[in-house]
């Protein structure tokens, strides 16, 4: 979905790689994580990572294939799938859909895995599902929250799309913000797609569009806008800007005095890593609609669990977050074994089978499942408020939500 600006040194990469005391690098930018146990006759099952350890979403990428260790770690010691261990095999796509394509192929002709998860940005997920599922016959999820439309046989997605995003969190911000809505956004297909559908939710819920303007990925430079919120006297702000530009706008609309005049800021993907890029004060108040928070450790017990046991493995600085796919990653691979458990096989036709309507009872956030024949995931999703540097939850859905694509 998002791009973003934090750069990973090769050298700081390899400092900070949570899991490189225990893989075996297999080549540039491939490592193996090898279980302790086999199953002589069959073999073990190879799982695939495809994401992003170094380049700008380096932060994100690392952190899920942190996640993907936990839970392999976790289906190893308790018996493996199928009476099999599971072998992890990772690759960099280095934030470069050129590097990820060569990657990813070497995932599918040289180490037959039987699923791929991975990718984080749309143009990511865009440039490897062909090597995966139509030249490699692999079964591939893409954990990310991004813009929806994705609608090919065997991929499966399971972070949120639009309606999940907007249609309870648009009318909390009308109801607490305002009517009058200005949608500012990057200049690619996430932002664009996101603010259509968010453009009709607020429409048909009394709300106004007063403008929607796209810019340039790197500028940061926002007065022209921030003049044209204050002057429109604009309620809400609902942002679909990224890194590097989030935060120069962020604070120069603080600095204009939106939020202090009244002006309510909301970002669907603004997550416990994103609010250290500003100042507290600068988005105090600031909204956001995710599938999970780190506060919600604190009333659930799941969620206390994965959080902790994610900490405790991996105290550096890849979190565990919504907005990283971390969630999403966790999803995927829980319903993944679900799947698999169904389908008493790993042949893709089989497990697709079952995967298209596979469930967990437990998860971050709360329980998940597939829509059937829709190919993405039902979840329970969260509006939280910025207050003093932290999200506090003021709303939740009232089950499971659809997400209403394909």
Request: charged share 20%; with cysteine; net charge neutral.
């Amino acid at each position: 979905m998002i791009n973003a600006s934090r750069q990973l040194s090769r050298r700081r990469f390899l400092g900070n790689f949570a899991f490189a005391s225990a893989a075996i690098a297999a080549g540039p930018g491939s490592w193996i994580i090898r279980p302790d146990w086999a199953n002589a006759a069959e073999g073990p099952i190879r799982l695939g990572i495809a994401t992003d350890l170094t380049g700008s979403l380096g932060f994100a990428g690392n952190t899920d294939a942190n996640v993907a260790r936990m839970l392999v770690k976790e289906i190893n010691d308790s018996g493996g799938l199928l009476g099999r261990p599971i072998e992890l095999l990772i690759e960099d796509t280095a934030s470069d859909e050129s590097v990820a394509v060569g990657n990813v192929r070497k995932l599918i002709q040289r180490d037959k895995v039987d699923l791929v998860i991975g990718g984080i940005s749309s143009s990511m997920r865009n440039a490897i599902k062909d090597v995966i599922i139509s030249r490699g016959k692999t079964l591939y999820i893409y954990p990310e929250g991004y813009e929806g439309k994705e609608c090919t046989p065997y991929l499966f997605c399971t972070g949120p799309v639009p309606a999940q995003n907007c249609d309870q969190f648009i009318p909390w911000l009308i109801k607490n913000g305002g009517k009058r809505f200005a949608l500012p956004g990057s200049n690619y297909v996430w932002p664009q797609t996101i603010n259509a559908y968010a453009r009709k939710v607020i429409e048909s819920s009394g709300g106004e569009v007063v403008f929607e303007e796209y810019y340039p990925l790197d500028q940061i430079d926002f007065s022209s806008t921030v003049s044209r919120i204050i002057s429109n006297k604009v309620d809400v702000v609902f942002n679909a800007i990224v890194p590097p530009g989030v935060s120069p706008f962020f604070k120069q609309l603080y600095q204009a005095g939106f939020s202090k005049n009244g002006g309510r800021l909301g970002c669907v993907y603004y997550d416990e890593n994103f609010l250290e890029m500003n100042q507290a004060q600068e988005i105090e108040g600031l909204a956001s609609s995710l599938d999970y928070y780190k506060v919600l450790a604190a009333e659930d017990p799941v969620s206390a669990r994965i959080q902790s046991a994610y900490d405790k493995q991996f105290p550096a600085k890849f979190r565990f977050s919504a907005g990283s796919a971390a969630t999403g990653t966790y999803r995927g691979l829980k319903l993944w074994e679900a799947a698999v458990k169904e389908a008493g096989t790993i042949d893709r036709d089989a497990v697709a089978a079952a995967l298209d309507h596979a469930k967990i009872a437990e998860g971050p956030g709360g329980p998940a499942e597939m829509a059937p024949g829709k190919r993405h995931c039902r979840m329970n999703m969260y509006i939280g408020v910025a207050k003093g540097g932290q999200y506090e939850i003021v709303a939740r859905s009232a089950g499971l939500v659809d997400p209403k694509e394909c």
